[in-house]
């Protein structure tokens, strides 16, 4: 069978009339489901009940040093909550801070940091001219958002099957000295899937940069979140800070991870790991900021979690239900558009999402038809800075929050949907 690019416009319109005649048919259904956000679903929230049952005493509230978490204090994390980040950081407790519930918060915050008073003795990032960002696309919307928020111009670099162009971010980074930054997201990368490979992360932390406060935002935010229990199966990243210690550039990087969708996304803990210098500095600004975070909530997930060990056995839940998300996804995918050509699309092993690349010029129509038939995706153009994807192509795919009946569902709308987007176009 020709794929759609090759067939005539009286094959195109037939199709057209046969593929509207089915849209029609789903808009009558009135369905409302939702593939916007990566939320984790129901079934996974029920798996963290028993935490809130960890901590129901007096003498629950006591950590191990003895200190009375109902109280202030300890404002940089309890020892046993940054012994329990460390391990999702793969970092020393000791170069660990933890936070409240969400890492975006503490990444919102770095950059503010360094935005008023510099970092390590620099001049303050909102006293220049102008300071820019290179923003690995497709990439995280809500990364994006922050510099956008600061005025920072964005400047994309396209995602490889190895993490960014490292020739391209070395080129930009070296270039000019008013680029002070990176955004990451490394393992299982949102959108993607993309973990970086071992010569990335080197690359990333020798790079030679004009700016001396040059910093990598490492947000590892699925640093946990396997698809499969087999350790041969899961990708493997290599640990920036090592990296950063062997180049001689310890203080390039900023580490960040939470147990959002370990555990509660709206009440788990967070934390940043740095260098040494890092963590001093920040302590100094941070403990004019705060008093502490909420010790209660670090007891509750140590208590429940435990350690490393703790968080596979916990994870693994995770990935039983996850799992049958992420292969339906693709089987649909493969089922309804193998034949149409023009579409591709990532098949991760870990994470919260799928990457999908429409036929160029079929995104926004994509999404809008689909909205109609009452399934809402991401925004088309939302994985991009300023959401501009030049080639008004991709989609994140979120898979995770729908029970798997009605995922089996929207996936079907969706194929719909960009079939139909496609057919249009090329009759357009």
């Not at 200190?67 to 793969?90: H, W």
């Not at 490394?186 to 970086?196: I, L, R, V």
């Not at 140590?302 to 996850?322: N, S, Y």
């Not at 798997?404 to 949907?417: G, I, R």
Request: net charge negative; aromatic share 8%; glycine share 8%.
């Amino acid at each position: 069978m020709p794929t759609y690019a090759e067939m005539d416009n009286v094959q195109l319109a037939a199709l057209k009339e046969e593929l509207e005649r089915e849209y029609g048919e789903i808009k009558a259904r009135g369905l409302a489901l939702n593939m916007a956000r990566g939320k984790p679903a129901k079934a996974q929230l029920d798996l963290s009940m028993p935490l809130l049952e960890t901590v129901t005493t007096m003498e629950d509230c006591v950590a191990a040093d003895g200190t009375d978490c109902r109280n202030y204090g300890v404002g940089f994390g309890l020892p046993e909550a940054k012994e329990f980040m460390a391990c999702m950081l793969d970092d020393e407790p000791d170069n660990v801070i933890v936070f409240g519930n969400a890492s975006l918060n503490i990444m919102y915050d770095t950059v503010a940091r360094c935005w008023m008073f510099g970092t390590l003795g620099s001049e303050p990032w909102g006293k220049l001219d102008t300071v820019k960002w290179i923003c690995p696309a497709p990439g995280y919307d809500r990364h994006f958002g922050v510099t956008e928020e600061f005025g920072i111009e964005m400047i994309p670099v396209p995602m490889t099957d190895e993490g960014p162009d490292m020739d391209e971010v070395e080129r930009i980074a070296a270039s000019d000295a008013s680029v002070k930054g990176i955004w990451c997201v490394p393992k299982y990368s949102n959108p993607g899937g993309t973990t970086y490979s071992d010569e990335t992360v080197r690359r990333l932390a020798a790079m030679e940069c004009a700016a001396d406060d040059f910093r990598i935002f490492w947000d590892n935010a699925y640093c946990v979140h396997h698809l499969f229990d087999d350790a041969a199966e899961q990708d493997q990243l290599l640990d920036i800070a090592a990296a950063c210690r062997e180049a001689g550039t310890e203080d390039r990087c900023f580490k960040f991870a939470s147990t959002s969708k370990v555990t509660f996304p709206g009440a788990g803990i967070s934390a940043l790991a740095a260098s040494p210098a890092n963590i001093a500095e920040i302590k100094k600004r941070v403990g004019v900021q705060t008093i502490g975070h909420d010790k209660l909530n670090q007891l509750r997930h140590v208590r429940f979690l435990r350690d490393a060990e703790g968080l596979a056995a916990h994870m693994a839940k995770h990935a039983a239900i996850l799992r049958p998300k992420f292969e339906l996804v693709n089987a649909k995918l493969q089922e309804g558009l193998d034949e149409v050509g023009g579409c591709s699309w990532s098949n991760p092993r870990g994470g919260y999402f799928v990457s999908f690349d429409a036929p160029q010029g079929c995104a926004k129509r994509v999404v809008t038809l689909a909205k109609e038939a009452g399934v809402t995706m991401t925004g088309a153009g939302a994985t991009y800075p300023y959401k501009q994807d030049p080639n008004d192509s991709n989609i994140r795919i979120a898979p995770t929050l729908p029970p798997l009946e009605e995922l089996d569902e929207a996936m079907d709308v969706f194929t719909v949907c960009v079939k139909l987007a496609y057919v249009e176009k090329l009759l357009g």
